[in-house]
Nanobody, 117 residues
Framework: VQLQASGGGLVQAGGSLRLSCAASGRTFSTYLMGWFRQAPGKEREFVSSIRWSGSGTFYSDSVKGRFTISRDNAKNTVYPQMNSLKPEDTAVYFC???????????WGQGTQVTVSS
């Protein structure tokens, strides 16, 4: 599975961005797609995830109520809509796919999100 993330950029606090992650290859085996982020000097942290089929979305407490994750199975793409952005949301955002269900098996390249105060 190959992942292509896009949509990052610079936005003012309170603004919105929509990221996307397009999957290609053996996507039929995908169980879960997740988003993580890593700020400078910090460890990578979970942001959100969505089951590839059926229902099921998950959010970290830090983004719950502000971020909404959705998917378009026809396009093999997942979209985290990020609203009410804060400077502390500044990070490189990565998408990842779980096939084995025990871990995230494939990772995309990161996309930078910068929120100015």
């Amino acid at each position: 599975v190959q992942l292509q993330a896009s949509g990052g950029g610079l936005v003012q606090a309170g603004g919105s961005l929509r990221l996307s992650c397009a999957a290609s290859g053996r996507t039929f085996s995908t169980y879960l797609m997740g988003w993580f982020r890593q700020a400078p000097g910090k460890e990578r942290e979970f942001v959100s995830s969505i089951r590839w089929s059926g229902s099921g979305t998950f959010y970290s407490d830090s983004v719950k109520g502000r971020f909404t994750i959705s998917r378009d199975n026809a396009k093999n793409t997942v979209y985290p809509q990020m609203n009410s952005l804060k400077p502390e949301d500044t990070a490189v955002y990565f998408c990842a796919v779980s096939v084995t269900r025990s871990k995230y098996d494939y990772w995309g390249q990161g996309t930078q999100v910068t929120v100015s105060s």
